[in-house]
């Protein structure tokens, strides 16, 4: 299965799928909508990355971010730590076809705040979903959650970074599963 995957920030969540490529899917493209430094592990990986940078009006950058990410002809899109809100344009191109990771076991939690709000309101456990994306803010189908307890005094980045090691372990494992049910669905 080709993939393209959708960065922001640190590629942890790339990497992770970059040592995991090869039997269940392929990584054909990687789409960052700044300069960051999960492109630099996308070079290192040899896996061919551009920079589709948000502009001033929101649906032209989403047609361009559709071209970019279409050029690769995807089978699925894999938003890893992407932290923009994907528009009708785009999501348009690419109908069932886009996945998201969140550091909580939605639908408690969407946003760009998740850990933090987790925390503030007091939960014993939190943890992470991969989920379809739909227009709204996390609101897509849930693929799979995994748990993460939160342990008592924790602080944000702690708990995040517990959540991001199952995050990472989880999203590998929806593309093994993904795989044959994406090629057996018809366009």
Not at 127 to 138: C, I, L, M, N, R
Not at 141 to 148: F, G, K, L, T, W
Not at 154 to 176: A, M, P, Q, Y
Request: proline share 6%; with cysteine.
């Amino acid at each position: 299965m080709r993939i393209v995957v959708l960065v922001s920030g640190s590629g942890t969540l790339l990497q992770a799928l970059i040592n995991a490529a090869g039997k269940a899917f392929t990584i054909a493209k990687v789409v960052a909508d700044k300069p960051c430094p999960a492109l630099q592990r996308a070079a290192r990986a040899g896996i061919e990355a551009e920079v589709v940078a948000l502009g001033e009006d929101r649906g032209v950058w989403n047609r361009r971010l559709a071209a970019a990410v279409g050029s690769a002809a995807p089978e699925l899109v894999v938003s890893a730590g992407f932290m923009k809100i994907l528009g009708p344009e785009f999501l348009r191109q690419f109908p069932q076809r886009i996945i998201n990771t969140h550091p909580a076991l939605l639908p408690s939690f969407p946003g760009a705040h998740a850990v933090r709000d987790a925390l503030a309101y007091g939960v014993k456990v939190s943890g992470s979903t991969v989920h379809f994306v739909d227009e709204g803010v996390d609101t897509g189908p849930i693929i799979a959650q995994q748990p993460v307890a939160v342990r008592e005094g924790d602080t944000e980045e702690e708990l995040h970074e517990r959540i991001k090691v199952v995050e990472r372990e989880l999203i590998v494992s929806v593309l093994e599963t993904l795989r044959d049910k994406v090629r057996a669905r018809p366009d």
